[in-house]
């Protein structure tokens, strides 16, 4: 994930920075129905759970 | 800006599909003609795009709409092994530590993941062969 800081940060290492990221994980798992509605059309819906876990620094 | 963003992102996916069908439709059209017709072989391997829109049931994000590209390749005739590609945009809970913080966040990510499917006619409770006519007398 990235993003930009509203106002510049003072970084011991890089000095001043706009920008950052963090990286993480992440697992899912989910459920889904595919309904063939006619001969080339077809339906499919989709539900997910899961979680995110990211670094503790950026 | 947030949804031009996700719109712009999605656009890139769409156009990278037709480019790679494009390329293999070329590819299959020389192989045809150096070859004779043969019977109908299942696809291997299979390309997609989708679109999600989530909601995160903590933290300071409000909601996320991620783009995902898939190249996936056929286990056998109802599972596959997918490489999926996806980025999207993040909008923050207004008030929000982070939103004090960040603007514009922005993610992408690589997954390898696996699809199970249950094919129509091996469900619990819906066999395949018709039940047993019962008989009287």
Known sequence: ?58 | MKISQFILLNLLLGTALPHVQAQEAATNAMSALAKPASATKPDVYHLDTSFGYRWPLNGDCRWLMPATIVFGKMLDDHNTLDAAFSGGVIELKPGSTADAQAHQPSFWNWVLRGNITLPRGTRPGNPTSPPARASSG
């Open chain 1, 1 to 58: 994930m990235s993003w930009e800081y509203r106002q510049p940060v003072d970084s011991p290492n890089l000095g001043v920075i706009t920008r950052d990221y963090l990286e993480g994980a992440d697992g899912y798992s989910g459920v889904g129905l595919s309904v063939r509605l006619r001969k080339h059309l077809n339906f499919f819906g989709e539900v997910d759970g899961g979680g995110t876990r990211f670094l503790s620094t950026t």
